[in-house]
């Protein structure tokens, strides 16, 4: 699939839809909708998995956001996790979005709330991000959402993002403790099968 696709507003293909399911945790293994179209169609891609697998169980309650919630693994995992939060998920495409949405109320989940970049309002702020970013829109469009969306994190709140080392993951920790500055303290969590998982802190307002 292009890259076209899933960086678009609007695929240019027709949709087509297929059930499969899929491990969010040890505890939730659960079926799910996806499209051509999209990221990761076929399953959870493997820089997910393993934000999946090491970021820390999130809150019980809080606001929460998934930066390019694609068909919703991030989204969905951090809603069952945490039903009394309520679980924001963005992403430029229109497929994913409405992706997100039906396999959330497939789910039962009412705390989730599918948004486009644009859409989310602007006092909205959020307690946990988990994202796996969009890296190879480049570094400029990378640099861009970090900055638009990590200031909206409450003091204390804290970001969990998954970037492959060959990708760029040192750089990027490094450009964001200096864009970022003192009110938040940028870390790696851990390192696993080529991928880094960065945290990135809300210290002070």
Same mark, same amino acid.
Not at 83 to 106: F, M
């Given at each position: /699939?292009?890259?076209?696709?899933?960086?678009?507003?609007?695929?240019?293909?027709?949709? #087509?839809?297929?059930?499969?399911?899929?491990?969010?945790?040890?505890?939730?293994?659960?079926? %799910?909708?996806?499209?051509?179209?999209?990221?990761?169609?076929?399953?959870?891609? #493997?820089?997910?998995?393993? !934000?999946?697998?090491?970021?820390?169980?999130?809150?019980?309650?809080?606001?929460?956001?998934?930066?390019?919630?694609?068909?919703g693994p991030i989204t969905?995992?951090?809603?069952?996790?945490?039903?009394?939060?309520?679980?924001?998920?963005?992403?430029?495409?229109?497929?994913?979005?409405?992706?997100?949405?039906?396999?959330?109320?497939?789910l039962g989940l009412t705390? %989730?709330?599918?948004?486009?970049?644009?859409?989310?309002?602007?006092?909205?702020?959020?307690?946990?991000?988990?994202?796996?970013?969009?890296?190879? %829109?480049?570094?400029? %469009? !990378?640099?861009?959402? /970090?900055?638009?969306?990590?200031?909206? !994190?409450?003091?204390?709140?804290?970001?969990?993002?998954?970037?492959?080392?060959?990708?760029?993951?040192?750089?990027?920790?490094?450009?964001?403790?200096?864009?970022?500055?003192?009110?938040? #303290?940028?870390?790696?969590?851990?390192?696993?099968?080529?991928?880094?998982?960065?945290?990135?802190?809300?210290?002070?307002?």
């Open positions: /699939m292009s890259q076209e696709h899933y960086f678009s507003d609007q695929p240019n293909t027709p949709e #087509k839809r297929r059930t499969i399911t899929v491990e969010l945790s040890d505890t939730h293994r659960v079926s %799910v909708a996806t499209s051509n179209g999209i990221f990761s169609p076929a399953g959870v891609d #493997k820089g997910t998995a393993i !934000l999946l697998k090491h970021a820390p169980n999130p809150p019980a309650d809080g606001t929460f956001l998934d930066i390019g919630c694609g068909w969905l995992r951090m809603a069952l996790e945490s039903p009394a939060a309520t679980v924001y998920g963005i992403d430029v495409n229109e497929r994913s979005r409405q992706l997100t949405a039906d396999n959330a109320q497939s705390n %989730v709330v599918v948004h486009s970049p644009e859409s989310l309002p602007e006092e909205v702020t959020f307690d946990l991000i988990w994202s796996n970013p969009p890296i190879r %829109v480049g570094k400029d %469009v !990378l640099h861009s959402i /970090m900055q638009q969306w990590l200031p909206r !994190l409450t003091v204390g709140g804290i970001a969990y993002l998954v970037v492959q080392k060959n990708l760029g993951a040192d750089s990027l920790q490094t450009w964001l403790a200096g864009i970022l500055g003192a009110s938040f #303290k940028v870390d790696r969590l851990t390192t696993d099968k080529g991928f880094r998982i960065l945290s990135v802190q809300r210290l002070s307002a």
